[in-house]
């Protein structure tokens, strides 16, 4: 089974950083986009950011445009979503998803992760 691997998350104070990868496993992310979602406690999941199969297309959610940056490095076969000026708000369990031949002009997904939480808290 294809699989992808979310690491990265933990606790960290308001304002803070952390960066999130997202690994393949059995197959190359070449030819796909990369999403990532997370979901709250209580609250449904959500769109956060996505990156196209060749990079060269970006989209963020309203609320994390100029906090996070989506990128990717296909020789690692690793997609990162780095997240600075964290804000409670953003405590969720994160996922990424792998789009084929997806250009992120919408969020889709043809594989998960299965997420990794990040909590931010004083």
């Known amino acids: 089974q294809y699989q992808l691997v979310e690491s990265g998350g933990g606790l960290v104070q308001p304002g803070g950083s952390l960066r999130l990868s997202c690994a393949a496993s059995g197959f190359t992310l070449d030819y796909y986009a990369i999403s990532w979602f997370r979901q709250a406690p209580g609250k449904e999941r959500e769109g956060v950011s996505c990156i196209s199969s060749n990079g060269g297309n970006t989209n963020y959610a309203d609320d994390v445009k100029g906090r996070f940056t989506i990128s990717r490095d296909n020789a690692k076969n690793t997609v990162y979503l780095q997240m600075n000026n964290l804000k409670p708000e953003d405590t969720a369990v994160y996922y990424c998803?792998?789009?084929?031949?997806?250009?992120?002009?919408?969020?889709?997904?043809?594989?998960w992760g299965k997420g990794t939480l990040v909590t931010v808290s004083s």
């Open positions: 998803a792998a789009d084929y031949l997806g250009s992120c002009l919408y969020y889709g997904a043809d594989y």
